[in-house]
């Protein structure tokens, strides 16, 4: 049996393959190497019932997700992996590897992530180019749910937000400056608690200044990571991720007057890529 995953740092997409024509798809909560322990990651498998009976009975995994850039990174989650799974094989690799694969597929182009956090790689048919992106959220992310979810804080924080957003928005959360301030400088996975205020961005989408925020962050994107490709108009531009996705009329907007020419948009990668891995193997 072949269980092919694709992980953020928020949630993880699970496609477990039973035969041609049956396979069985799940969710559990993202892991990420910088924030969970092996014995964490074991207790995630050991709360999810769906993959309980296949267990013994997996003999390949292909588990793509991010923060895995590193050998030791990419170890950790296969050791974990390996003490649930003890027949399979386990290879690990990191998430734009998935997204490519989604996407490209073996066809030449640039693969953005823009979810929770973003990134950029380009792939010419054969070799997947690493680029300098990929900063996290305290140097990078633009584009990304966590990027979107700090002008949120800090506009309401500032007064700059419209009054009329502003009241919403502090009947929507009861934030004020000590919780902020406690929450991103002093418990874990600040990136999660910017980003779980988008949201408020799509319950008001037709707002102006909501519009103006969503534009600033694509605009942020494109010129930083997009234009650094220097043929990047040549290029066939593809987007995985929930901010990509739910955006998309006001990112592909942004794409046509920028001269980007738009691929696949997906929200989530996870068939296209166990579809590709089933056909192609890796």
């Known amino acids: 049996m072949l269980l092919v995953a694709?992980?953020?740092?928020s949630k993880a997409d699970w496609i477990l393959t039973l035969s041609d024509t049956e396979n069985i798809s799940f969710r559990t909560s993202g892991i990420n190497p910088f924030f969970l322990s092996e014995k964490d990651i074991v207790k995630i498998f050991q709360n999810t019932p769906e993959i309980q009976p296949y267990k013994d009975l997996v003999t390949e995994i292909y588990f793509f997700g991010a923060g895995c850039s590193s050998?030791?990174?990419?170890?950790?989650?296969?050791?974990?992996?390996?003490?649930i799974f003890?027949?399979?094989?386990?290879?690990?690799d990191i998430d734009i590897i998935a997204s490519i694969y989604a996407t490209s597929g073996n066809s030449k182009g640039i693969c953005c992530i823009i979810g929770t956090g973003s990134n950029i790689t380009y792939f010419d048919g054969t070799k997947i180019h690493q680029s300098k992106h990929g900063l996290g959220y305290i140097l990078g992310d633009e584009g990304s749910g966590s990027w979107l979810g700090k002008?949120?804080?800090?506009?309401?924080?500032?007064?700059?937000?419209?009054?009329?957003?502003?009241?919403?928005f502090y009947a929507k959360y009861k934030i004020d400056k000590e919780s902020v301030i406690k929450h991103v400088y002093q418990e874990p996975s600040p990136n999660f608690y910017l980003a779980s205020f988008a949201p408020f961005l799509s319950e008001h989408i037709s707002h102006p200044f909501i519009i103006e925020i969503i534009k600033k962050s694509f605009s942020e994107f494109?010129?930083?990571?997009?234009?650094?490709?220097?043929?990047?108009?040549?290029?066939?531009?593809?987007f995985v991720g929930s901010i990509a996705y739910h955006f998309s009329d006001i990112l592909k907007e942004l794409c046509i007057v920028n001269g980007i020419r738009i691929g696949k948009i997906l929200k989530h990668p996870i068939e296209e890529l166990?579809?590709?891995?089933?056909?192609?193997g890796i």
Do not use: W
């Open 6 to 9: 694709d992980s953020g740092s």
């Open 71 to 83: 050998p030791d990174r990419r170890e950790h989650i296969s050791n974990a992996l390996s003490k």
């Open 86 to 92: 003890k027949n399979a094989f386990v290879s690990v």
């Open 151 to 168: 002008q949120l804080i800090t506009s309401f924080l500032y007064g700059t937000m419209p009054p009329d957003l502003s009241e919403r």
């Open 222 to 238: 494109i010129e930083t990571n997009i234009k650094s490709y220097p043929d990047f108009r040549e290029q066939t531009c593809h």
């Open 274 to 280: 166990s579809r590709f891995i089933l056909k192609n």
